[in-house]
């Protein structure tokens, strides 16, 4: 199936679970693909494959052995040249890819990504999951955010280079917007562990172009694409968007907080076992998407956030969520020991604030629930007498 023509005249078809790009004409490429990557100009197509093997499977892709298999697949299913083709892979769907081109002038760019965060989205700087040495197999898994970027112009390579800083801030912008969780630690995801990132221009085109940075049209145009497509495909693909991100819960989950934290806090402080769960978490599902309390939990994280970047100290992120937690509770009395210890780190008093804004929200939640009962009993009884 045809689903357009990209920047540089090239069609884009989408068939045996891949996006694949022939090139119409000679292509300067610069991509992270681990074949036939870095700078080419002999590339005669490109393509990004589905190669989700469903829920518990290994990807066959990544296992030893595989590469022979690829080429055949290539060359027989994909009718394309094993030794000039770069390929990425994702368990995204291809139905989920997301395109979209601009035009400024005689300026044309196309960006077509997929995304997804769920397996493996995390924040750059965390602790690595594989090493590689001396080229051994390492196992990584393909959640992957894969972005193709075509540009109508001529770039030297020096503007391909810079196209790839701009693409790759793009799409920590979008992450960032919204607020995407890492999978790996509190922060908010940056993009995967597996992204990969091609950039195709056209070799014979007049118009020569030598900047890709964000203050030139260029940077602004391959900027909002791609932010734009990442958006577009973590939505189409997980859900990821603006509305399943209003919610106490999306916001609390790069900290740990659950229905099952709250589980857990309703029968430390009820005492009564699991009886009265379901009524208590039902409470919990209709407050969820509160707007002032998704705001005030908002607030509430960007302290504790600001905290572990070291932008405030303990007892200034302290002292703001007393604030908050009073907001939230409005008239309900509420009794925290949010005091801090000398030289106590942010990890610990990030722990100490998780379980102030669990013990707040889980006791107005309880006493809204007896409050109820005690009406509904007061109820019965005038009708009994």
């Known amino acids: 199936m045809m689903l357009g023509v990209t920047a540089t005249g090239d069609p884009i078809h989408r068939y045996h679970r891949c996006l694949v790009v022939p090139f119409s004409g000679p292509r300067k490429v610069i991509s992270t693909a681990m074949e036939h990557g870095g700078y080419q100009e002999n590339l005669t197509a490109i393509f990004n494959q589905d190669v989700n093997p469903g829920p518990g499977r290994l990807c066959e892709h990544m296992e030893p052995g595989q590469q022979e298999k ?19 892979a994702t368990i995204v769907s291809m139905e989920s890819a997301a ?16 995304a997804s965060l769920e397996v493996n989205g995390g924040r750059i700087g965390e602790k690595a999951t594989s090493y590689e040495k001396n080229g051994e197999y390492i196992n990584l898994r393909p959640g992957t955010i894969n972005s ?12 391909m280079a810079r196209a790839m800083v701009t693409a790759t801030e793009a799409k920590t912008a979008a992450c960032q917007e919204l607020m995407a969780s890492s999978l790996y630690s509190t922060g908010i995801a940056t993009g995967s562990g597996t992204d990969n990132l ?4 056209d070799s014979e085109s007049t118009n020569r172009l030598t900047y890709a940075g964000k203050h030139g049209k260029l940077g602004e145009l391959i900027g909002r694409l791609v932010r734009d497509t990442v958006k577009e ?3 189409q693909h997980m859900a990821l968007n603006p509305v399943t991100q209003h919610r106490l819960f999306a916001r609390m989950k790069r900290y740990g907080v659950t229905e099952g934290t709250f589980f857990k806090k309703f029968n430390e402080l009820s005492h009564k076992g699991q009886r009265d769960f379901p009524k208590w ?9 509160e707007d002032e309390l998704v705001t005030m939990t908002s ?13 405030l100290s303990g007892s200034e992120a302290i002292n703001g969520g007393v604030i908050i937690l009073k907001q939230i ?6 009794n925290l020991d949010l005091s801090t210890k000398q030289h106590e780190s942010a990890e610990a008093v990030i722990q100490k604030m998780v379980n102030s804004f669990v013990t707040t929200l889980s006791e107005m939640v309880m006493a809204n629930e007896i409050k109820t009962n005690s009406e509904g009993e007061k109820k019965s009884n005038e009708k009994t007498v």
């Open 70 to 88: 690829m080429q055949s697949f290539i060359r027989e299913e994909l009718g394309l040249a094993p030794d000039t083709v770069a390929r990425m």
């Open 299 to 311: 607030l509430y994280v960007h302290l504790m956030d600001q905290l572990g970047w070291g932008l």
């Open 99 to 114: 395109i979209k081109s601009e035009t400024y002038d005689i300026l044309t760019v196309t960006a077509i990504t997929t």
């Open 198 to 201: 091609m950039i195709i221009c």
């Open 148 to 159: 193709m970027v075509f540009v109508s112009g001529n770039m030297t390579q020096g503007c």
């Open 281 to 289: 978490i039902d409470r919990l599902h209709r407050l969820d998407q």
């Open 233 to 235: 495909s973590l939505n």
């Open 329 to 334: 509770a409005k008239d309900q009395s509420i």
